[in-house]
């Protein structure tokens, strides 16, 4: 079993940066992580994934250019920098857990799931 653990999550204004991290317990090896969001009344869209080596990333149209995802495997643990923010980037940020795809962009590409972290961008 798998449990992700997200923190960084908070209120900040439009062009402010936000660090978000995400701690994953449990059998990750050879796992992709990543990131979901989901705006008050939206369905869950993809932000951006990282294989386990670090040699793939892919990201959402929408965020590319200003969010940038890293991990560091020794602490097993996935980071979202988000420079550039926008009042369209509030959401409830997810982080999952998954098989490598650069085309895994899918709620259901991904098996687990942590509870989800809050940023606020107000204008």
């Known amino acids: 079993q798998v449990q992700l653990i997200e923190s960084g999550g908070g209120a900040v204004q439009t062009g402010d940066s936000l660090a978000l991290s995400c701690l994953a317990l449990?059998?990750?090896?050879?796992?992709?992580m990543g990131w979901f969001r989901q705006a008050s009344g939206q369905e869950r869209e993809f932000v951006s994934a990282?294989?386990?080596?670090?040699?793939?990333?892919s990201y959402a149209d929408s965020v590319k250019g200003r969010f940038t995802i890293s991990k560091d495997n020794i602490k097993n643990t996935a980071y979202l920098q988000m420079n550039s923010l926008k009042p369209e980037d509030t959401a409830v940020y997810y982080c999952?857990?998954?098989?490598?795809?650069?085309?895994?962009?899918?709620?259901?590409?991904?098996?687990?799931w942590g509870q989800g972290t809050q940023v606020t961008v107000s204008s």
């Open positions: 999952v857990v998954g098989p490598w795809s650069a085309g895994a962009v899918r709620v259901s590409d991904y098996p687990y």
């Open positions: 449990g059998r990750t090896a050879n796992y992709a």
């Open positions: 990282i294989s386990y080596s670090g040699s793939g990333t």
